[in-house]
């Protein structure tokens, strides 16, 4: 536990030493891919806690969800098929750019990723309750520092050095992964038929 602590102050100080010992771990590739499984599975638990806790603070944004994607067991299996494909582009699209990481550097550095985002999540469902305007203001802020941490672990991991690289295989990697959501949602639908 003391591990996963100092990591985590690791990252909000120093988040490319965090993603340099993250990858050093060098972790077996099952492991990781278990891990990212589960990762999904909570935050689809997490996604469950909100919905029965009310609406969220835009429902608008609710009523925008698919229903098929309301349902926590749904949700948490189109997360896990998101994030694979995350991991695939980012490592592929980064190589393609002329970066070195491994499939297993970026499955580690999303499943850590997720692990904060599981955290920043339950800490929002407390907030949420509590004191609303809180729970924005960490969305927020979770939001923009998520972004700056992805854009330092992609660079780190395929030792680019240069932010403006690590965002472009962001961006390439984003596109990439709507066409084979695209993909599978339409897969999806055309057999629910």
Known sequence: MEFVVDLLRQTLRAPG????????????RDW???ALVLMGVLNG?????????????????????????????????????ALAITVM???WVGQAMGG?????????????????????????????????LAGVILVVVASVWG??????????????ENAFKAAGVIILGFIGMLVG????????????A
């Open 100 to 132: 070195k990481a491994r499939t297993s550097d970026m499955l580690a550095l999303i499943g850590w990723l997720q692990v904060l985002r599981l955290i920043v999540q339950l800490a929002l469902l407390v907030l949420m309750l509590a004191l609303p």
């Open 181 to 192: 959501l695209s993909t599978v949602m339409a897969t999806l639908v055309v057999g629910g």
């Open 45 to 81: 638990i997490v996604y469950s806690l909100f919905a029965l806790s009310g609406p969220g603070p835009d429902p608008e944004a609710s009523a925008i969800i698919p229903p098929l994607l309301q349902q926590p067991a749904v949700f948490s299996i189109f997360l896990v098929g």
């Open 32 to 34: 990781l891919w278990t």
């Open 147 to 160: 972004l700056v941490l992805l854009v330092v672990f992609v660079d780190r991991a395929h030792g680019f």
């Open 89 to 91: 582009t980012l490592t």
């Open 17 to 28: 030493a965090a993603a340099d010992r993250i990858v050093a771990l060098k972790l077996p």
